[in-house]
């Protein structure tokens, strides 16, 4: 039975019993692969060069009341992932911690930081981190995502903290932003080390990338999408270079529907611009969605024991995502909640419709 309840910003929604195309737009026929790099100094095995902390590089405020590192790990892959890892001033003991990646094509300076650092202020440590082939972290060829390797962050992710002197190893989470969010609740089915999941404006990677926006995606589109996508592979081989899929525009039309808007706004302003963001200022790898159209996630996300936090917008265009992963978790400790007036990208970096008080709460509550 689904219950709904009332908080002071958001609509929540809590099962008591069991309950629970292709990331591109399509306009006028054209295909824009979406928030499908610029990015820091490789080489061509993928090796990535770490930029120094002295100066603030975040797209948020740096809040004084937290102490961040710029750490590095690797995954069971062999990429090196490179982290900021955040801390609470003058806390002694060990704390729980928390995994923060996201979206989709950002890097850790944008909205996985600011998540990070805002939980870190509240007494967790947390590590915001560039998924692998993207940012500071390593892997060759650039701007490439799949299934199984953006999951497999996480649990790295995980790796590292259960190793951290400082952090009560019993007590780690995992939060995913759009994109990310899907990817971690796929950890959480897998990594029973992880005590806690909270997803923000999830996508399913592969669900789009298969199905298309709004699951408009036929069979025989699909064919044919392959096919394009298997015939640039071939060009990619004979010309020993990878094709970008297209970006996001560098001036709108004003034709583009709501949500390509509402992602202009925040990757290519002051307000979430990023030099090595894939989604500010570079392409995805095209052929990236080949392993996600193969690859389904969530498989076994009824599987998921450890209590779950969704959260999307009222208003996003991808609150389907959550509502039918939601559909397919089981127990009383996973929850929905839905923000009144909220699109996708609110919930990145704007703190009047991030439900920060409920997310804390939310953790210390699963950690106790």
């Known amino acids: 039975m689904l219950k709904q309840s009332f908080y002071s910003v958001p609509i929540r929604f809590q099962r008591q019993s069991k309950i629970m195309q292709r990331r591109s737009f399509i306009i006028g026929g054209a295909t824009l692969t979406a928030l499908t790099v610029a990015g820091p100094v490789r080489s061509l095995e993928g090796k990535t060069k770490m930029n120094n902390l002295e100066k603030w590089d975040k797209t948020f405020p740096q809040d004084d009341r937290v102490e961040h590192k710029k750490v590095s790990f690797y995954t069971r892959f062999g990429t090196r992932l490179i ?26 300076e944008q909205a996985s930081g600011l998540y990070a650092q805002t939980l ?15 940012g500071e972290s390593s892997g060759f060829p ?75 995606m036929d069979k025989n589109a699909r064919y044919a999408l392959k096919q394009e996508l298997n015939a640039q592979r071939t060009e990619d081989t004979k010309d020993g270079t990878y094709a970008p899929g297209a970006g996001l525009p560098d001036k709108l039309t004003g034709d583009e529907p709501q949500f390509v808007k509402d992602y202009w706004e925040y990757y290519k302003t002051p307000r979430g611009f990023h030099p090595r963001s894939i989604n500010s200022n570079g392409h995805w790898n095209k052929t990236s969605a080949l392993s996600f159209i193969n690859t389904p996630l969530l498989t076994f996300a009824d599987e998921i024991r450890s209590p779950v936090l969704m959260i999307h917008g009222e208003k996003a265009h991808s609150l389907y995502f959550s509502k039918d992963a939601f559909k397919k978790l089981t127990g009383d400790n996973k929850t929905l909640m839905i923000i009144p007036a909220a699109n996708h990208t609110d919930l990145y970096d704007n703190m009047k419709y991030i439900p920060m008080r409920e997310i ?3 953790y210390k509550k699963s950690f106790s």
């Not at 890892?85 to 989709?104: E, H, R, T």
């Not at 870190?120 to 082939?133: C, E, H, K």
């Open 83 to 108: 982290g900021n890892l955040y801390c609470p001033k003058g806390v002694s003991g060990d704390l729980p911690a928390i995994a923060v990646c996201g979206p989709f094509g950002a890097v850790k």
């Open 120 to 134: 870190a202020a509240n007494g967790f440590v947390t590590l915001a981190f560039d998924p692998s082939f993207t």
């Open 142 to 216: 650039r701007n490439l995502a799949s299934p199984d390797i953006s999951t497999e962050d996480f649990s790295a992710a995980v790796d590292y903290l259960s190793n951290l002197k400082g952090v009560d190893h019993n007590k780690i989470g995992v939060l995913g932003i759009c994109g990310f969010g899907g990817f971690a609740l796929n950890a959480a089915a897998i990594d029973t080390r992880i005590k806690a999941t909270v997803t923000s404006t999830m996508y399913d990677m592969s669900r789009v990338n298969t199905y298309g926006y709004f699951d408009k």
């Open 360 to 362: 804390v709460a939310f």
